[in-house]
């Protein structure tokens, strides 16, 4: 395990409302991605960060942005949360020079 | 782009058989890397076991073990005496590794029951 937490582990939340979940991990991994996980559709990557201040967009990006300020942290933050943002979250990361990635426990998100 | 299919999404097996899970990839690459992951009714992603292209030889963990088909882009995934723990949802992965940044792509995954 990499050690990482996400908070909150659930959130409830209206329409229109901003939102922010954190990822956290405490293993110095440079690269941190944040994954939405949806019935029928798998895991799919909304945004990645590559280190501090590196961020990218993944294939479901509309709607949502991040920022890394340190290595430990990555925000995921749904400027106005819609319906169809409803999911659960996941955050990993992974160490520089390797390729398996590390999950963090998801946030469960509902947007009414 | 990659993708990644998994044709059974759901399965069940009785406890201490054996059960096969597919997966089939598409992919213009010729370096990458597969995995195969759990997450039980908990939520938590766990990695079984990730296969790299080059290697021809099968990977295994413990009961787990794949069946890669590098020219057939197939990776199937055995459970040999299945556990009631080993019930779960189980999504292949694919990784190419030719970029920097190693992004997943993942299968809509297998609910796999095993029945006492």
């Known amino acids: 395990d990499a050690g990482i937490t996400q908070s909150p582990r659930h959130k409830v939340t209206e329409t229109g409302t901003p939102v922010t979940l954190r990822c956290h991990q405490t293993?110095?991994?440079?690269?941190m991605y944040w994954y939405r996980q949806d019935p029928g559709h798998g895991l799919r990557l909304i945004h990645y960060?590559?280190?501090?201040?590196?961020?990218d967009k993944g294939e479901v990006s509309d709607g949502y942005s991040v920022s890394r300020s340190k290595t430990e942290d990555f925000l995921l933050t749904l400027e106005s949360a819609t319906s169809s943002q409803t999911s659960v979250y996941f955050c990993?990361?992974?160490?520089?020079?390797?390729?398996?990635?590390?999950f963090g426990p998801g946030t469960r998100l509902t947007v009414l | 782009a990659q993708t990644v299919t998994q044709s059974q999404p759901e399965m069940s097996v009785q406890e201490a058989e054996t059960v096969t899970l597919s997966c089939t990839y598409d992919?213009?690459?010729?370096?990458?890397?597969l995995f195969w992951y759990k997450q039980p009714p908990s939520r938590q992603m766990i990695l079984v076991i990730r296969?790299?292209?080059?290697?021809?030889q099968n990977a295994t963990e413990n009961r787990f073990s794949v069946n890669f088909q590098k020219a057939a882009k197939s990776f199937s995934l055995k459970i040999s005496d299945s556990q009631l723990g080993d019930t779960a949802m189980y999504f292949c992965?694919?990784?190419?590794?030719?970029?920097?940044?190693?992004?997943?792509?993942f299968g809509k995954g297998t609910l796999l029951t095993v029945n006492p």
């Open positions: 296969q790299e292209a080059y290697k021809q």
């Open positions: 990993a990361s992974r160490v520089s020079g390797t390729d398996t990635q590390y």
């Open positions: 992919t213009s690459e010729s370096n990458y890397y």
């Open positions: 960060s590559y280190g501090v201040k590196d961020t």
């Open positions: 992965a694919f990784l190419n590794s030719g970029g920097s940044n190693y992004k997943l792509t």
């Open positions: 293993e110095n991994h440079r690269y």
